[in-house]
């Protein structure tokens, strides 16, 4: 299933280039994964997925966002004095993907006349003045959940996203929201298609 998810994956563009007409954020792709079978609403312990980076703030922000929207769909985060009926695996992943100008607010331009008997000269140029540089960073959460008892993995997926600086709903916190809602949306989803939520 991971293979299959990979490859689905990375014949996904990451939307940097919609990015550059505002400084909207890109939506979120979500691919899931699952086997079909119904899901029991149980409770579930949150941990990072091997290979992840390890209890960081960031990472953090992640996990509760994953837990806030399973929560949402009946799930319990289990205590440590009771073992979980899944394990929610979770990883992500934040790396810059370059910069781009905004338009410039002021535009000038700059005519020429025409002269002489007969015939004439024209030209005219307009250049911008003004226009911020924003830095586009690329988001992904990658979520599995595993079946405590056998740990099968049951269901599976991963959502991207394009952020711009300064843009609303920009920082870590907010990307990791929007992600997670994006994954878990219409849950578990349907099989192996991907989906854009704004």
């Known amino acids: 299933m991971n ?4 490859t689905a994956i990375a014949g996904t563009a990451l ?5 550059t007409a505002s400084t909207r954020n890109a ?3 979500a691919t899931r994964y699952h086997l079909g079978q119904p899901m029991e609403r149980t409770t579930i312990a949150i941990e990072p997925m091997t290979g992840a980076a390890q209890l960081s703030p960031e990472y ?3 996990a509760d966002a994953v837990g806030a929207e399973l929560g949402r769909l009946g799930y319990v985060q289990s205590s440590s004095e009771m073992a979980s009926g899944y394990i929610v695996a979770v990883s992500f992943v934040r790396a810059p993907r370059g910069e781009f100008r905004e338009r410039p607010p002021v535009s000038i331009g700059l005519g020429g006349g025409s002269f002489g008997s007969g015939g004439g000269v024209g030209g005219g140029v307009s250049f911008g003045l003004g226009g911020k540089r924003r830095d586009v960073t690329a988001s992904e959460l990658w979520v599995q ?3 405590r ?4 993995t049951v269901w599976e ?3 991207m996203t394009d952020s711009i600086s300064g843009a609303r709903g920009s920082d870590p916190r907010d990307t990791a929201a929007r992600l997670a809602r994006g994954l878990f949306k219409d ?3 349907e099989s192996g298609i991907t989906t854009t939520t704004r």
């Open 3 to 6: 293979k299959i998810i990979s």
């Open 15 to 19: 939307l940097a280039g919609g990015c």
């Open 27 to 29: 939506p979120v792709e």
């Open 60 to 62: 953090q922000l992640y």
């Open 145 to 147: 959940l595993r079946r």
């Open 149 to 152: 008892s056998d740990n099968t």
């Open 157 to 159: 997926g991963r959502a």
């Open 187 to 189: 849950f578990p989803g």
